[in-house]
């Protein structure tokens, strides 16, 4: 599984950003996530979404503003992200699990997701 982030760049306070993640899979993946990391700051869940039957999952810091969504037929992954401000300026990560479903017990955790891409800096001015 091969994962690659674009998107990210510079934006200001109150801007809206998509982000992809081209996901390239020689076996079956169970779910995918983002995450991000701030600099000095731990690695932080945003989103994830089951392979199975779409069911998304988002932390509270950006439910209702961010939404993850996924296309398998361009196999791709996205998050959308709106009214953006400084505290989101981070490396976004898109993320993939193999694990099968029975063995996910917290979809949150970072250690779930066996393959990750090289992220994608997203900046935010005030």
């Known amino acids: 599984v091969r994962l690659a982030e674009s998107g990210g760049g510079l934006v200001q306070a109150g801007d809206s950003l998509k982000l992809s993640c081209s996901v390239s899979?020689?076996?079956?993946?169970?779910?995918v996530a983002w995450f991000r990391q701030a600099p000095g700051k731990e690695r932080e869940f945003l989103a994830t979404?089951?392979?199975?039957?779409?069911?998304?999952l988002y932390s509270d810091s950006v439910e209702g503003r961010f939404f993850i969504s996924r296309d398998n037929a361009r196999n791709s992954m996205y998050l959308e992200m709106n009214n953006l401000n400084p505290e989101d300026t981070a490396v976004y990560f898109c993320a993939a699990s193999i694990r099968p479903y029975q063995e996910i017990i917290a979809y949150q955790a970072s250690g779930v997701y066996g393959y990750w891409g090289q992220g994608t800096q997203v900046t935010v001015s005030s």
């Open positions: 979404i089951r392979e199975d039957n779409g069911r998304s």
């Open positions: 899979m020689e076996i079956r993946i169970s779910a």
